[in-house]
């Protein structure tokens, strides 16, 4: 089967085509790296696809994977194209350790910047995961409580039980999902369990030449220590000689880049952005306190999961960095910690009893979000007592704020202003995107875009912020953003007290944060078909019909009823 041209790179075809203007809804394509201090690497992406389909294929003709079932392109459909997914056209610069002179000026550096001579901060080597042994890794459920009860992983244990590792023949790939700048990502089913993943292919020696090993392991190594329901699970991951696996949770709903495209006037309404920068909002704060500042969001990032809520993905740009979680009130039932509970300390934002939060009937709203509290056993309350609390959660700061970066990291119209001047930048990076995110879920556009690229960099450390006339937004969801684009960071909302900051603001009022995994979502993906149809054995081909769906007609009010 001839290897199907990856399509990252279509964008720019269209801005040729149509008179130097990008298409809306074309996405936006990022460059992750502008390489300066390495030589002899294209500013362009190479497309991987190419490089892993036609390795992957001759791989399994050789007969160590179940067969890419054929006809892919014909016959499957995921309801909406690939070509969609494949977007992003602005530039993913990568982390580079690259200091610039205080007294350069802004031009200069946009200048720069926008001529794809940046340096790569990441000192990639060729060996970084080299050692690493074909085996699967073994994180267990142990360390994954809200994996308890999910029948895939349950299927993946068992066939870890079974034959003592997964490995790629273990897995049906069926259906090529997209293509990033690291890997190609495949719709794939655990042989024989009807149990979907999506599984991300890098090819080793690709990464390799490239200088993105340790880019691929820096996701890998984020993915693997995740656990919260907005955020990937990576099920498992192997090595072959040739290739490294990421077997993730499949979403089947797309991203919100292309489920915007699909909304009246390209938006969404306000009600529904509220859901999603919510949860985009809890999962930020997740990451910020395990010390992962994400750097990366964008509508194109968010994807959505079967039941319509969201996943973040793509952590290759994230920045790792130690944090100290830091209790800065106490509910008033809970003693105070610096005084008469020494033992007491805020330790994991994970669930304390992980089954009550998705159960409907939860009568006591059992968080989901909020950090969780070891104490001795002499001071633990009895459960009954920890069940009545109904006083205001303790409040904890988890802001990795010491992070200093120097890398030029992200999408144009996303970058902060800190990252396009090169002060060297922290977590409020990650507030500043929050608010780029949540402008143009409200009003379908990015509020620094420019003409190119170049101007879009000037715009965002230059231009003060404005709103459209139309459509018609709350004040307070425009009060929100304004804190959120300060261009100066430590005055920027959140630089102090992170998330906790964001969720007190008007804008989120009524928003139950401990519950927000049991409210309905504004669109839930239809249910995924996936069913066999006729064909020669090796190449079964299959039908996959998802496509995002309104939820159920009485959840027009479904704001009112389940979410506040
Ligand atoms: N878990 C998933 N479920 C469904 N589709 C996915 C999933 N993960 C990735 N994809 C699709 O595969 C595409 C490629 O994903 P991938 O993470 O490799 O690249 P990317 O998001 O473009 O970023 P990057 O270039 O940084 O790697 C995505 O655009 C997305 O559409």
Partial sequence: MASEPCKKGSSEKLKNAHGGQLLEGIPR???????KNVENVPSKKIPVETTVEAKLLNHMRKGSVSSLAGNLDSTLSLGYPIADNEKKTSAKVSDGARKTSGSAKISDRIDFLDSGKSSLCRNSTSTDVSDESSCSSFSSSISKPHKANDLRWEAIQAVRLRDGSLELKHFRLLKKLGCGDIGSVYLSELCGTKCYFAMKVMDKASLASRKKLL??????????????PFLPTLYTHFETDKFSCLVMEFCPGGDLHMLRQRQTGKHFSEQAVKFYVAEVLLSMEYLHMLGIVYRDLKPENVLVREDGHI???????????????TLIKSSSLQADPLTKNSNLYCAQPACIEPPSCIQPSCVVPTSCFTPRFFKSKKDRKPKT????????????????????????????EYLAPEIIKGEGH?????????????????????????????????????????????????????????????????????????ATEIKQHPFFEGVNWALIRCASPPEV???????????PPASAGLKVVPAAMPAQKNSDNYLEFDFF
């Fill in 29 to 35: 394509k990022v460059t992750k790296e502008l390489p």
């Fill in 215 to 228: 880019r691929a392991q820096t996701e890998r190594e984020i993915l693997q220590s995740l656990d919260h």
């Fill in 311 to 325: 996943m973040l993905s793509d952590f290759d740009l994230s920045l790792r960095c130690t944090v100290s979680p």
């Fill in 385 to 412: 007592d920890i069940g009545n609390q109904v006083s205001p959660l303790p409040e904890l700061m988890a802001e990795p704020t010491d992070a200093r970066s120097m890398s030029f990291v992200g999408t144009h």
């Fill in 426 to 498: 922290g977590s409020a990076v990650d507030w500043w995107t929050f608010g780029i995110f949540l402008y143009e879920l409200l009003f379908g556009k990015t509020p620094f875009k420019g003409s190119g690229n170049r101007a879009t960099l000037f715009n965002v450390v230059g231009q003060p912020l404005r709103f459209p006339e139309s459509p018609v937004v709350s004040f307070a969801a425009r009060d929100l953003i304004r804190g959120l684009l300060v261009k100066e960071p430590q005055h920027r909302l959140a630089y102090k007290r992170g």
């Fill in 525 to 535: 993906p239809r249910p995924v078909e996936i069913e066999r149809i006729p064909g």
